[in-house]
Nanobody, 125 residues
Framework: QVQLVESGGGLVQPGGSLRLSCAVS????????MGWFRQAPGKEREFVAA????????AYADSVKGRFTISRDNAKNTGYLQMNSLKPEDTAVYYC??????????????????WGQGTQVTVSS
């Protein structure tokens, strides 16, 4: 059974940083793509970042490009989302997901078939 467990969310001031973790069991992170999505209150879930199963390609939403970095540790079977220069508009529940994605589908939520439970990120002074 595949399970994803996110951690690392919390309350941070604007300009601060957080690192989200996504611990995966039942599936090797280096054989499947991983994506991060977020959903703010009253809004649809949106793509944030993704990494190809090979690790050779990443993708980011324009709104986070240059501030967020996706990575993974194959030995720990864990993915990460480093978030710097956080803004109030980054406030949302963040979800990690894994699936048999290819470069053209990395940004599409329907391409992922396993999801974590989400972790709240609140950016506020």
């Amino acid at each position: 059974q595949v399970q994803l467990v996110e951690s690392g969310g919390g309350l941070v001031q604007p300009g601060g940083s957080l690192r989200l973790s996504c611990a995966v069991s039942g599936r090797a992170v280096n054989r499947f793509g991983m994506g991060w999505f977020r959903q703010a209150p009253g809004k649809e879930r949106e793509f944030v970042a993704a990494i190809h199963w090979s690790g050779g390609s990443t993708a980011y939403a324009d709104s986070v490009k240059g501030r967020f970095t996706i990575s993974r540790d194959n030995a720990k079977n864990t993915g990460y989302l480093q978030m710097n220069s956080l803004k109030p508009e980054d406030t949302a529940v963040y979800y990690c997901a894994t699936g048999s994605t290819i470069v053209s589908t990395m940004k599409t939520s329907s391409a992922y078939n396993y999801w974590g439970q989400g972790t709240q990120v609140t950016v506020s002074s």
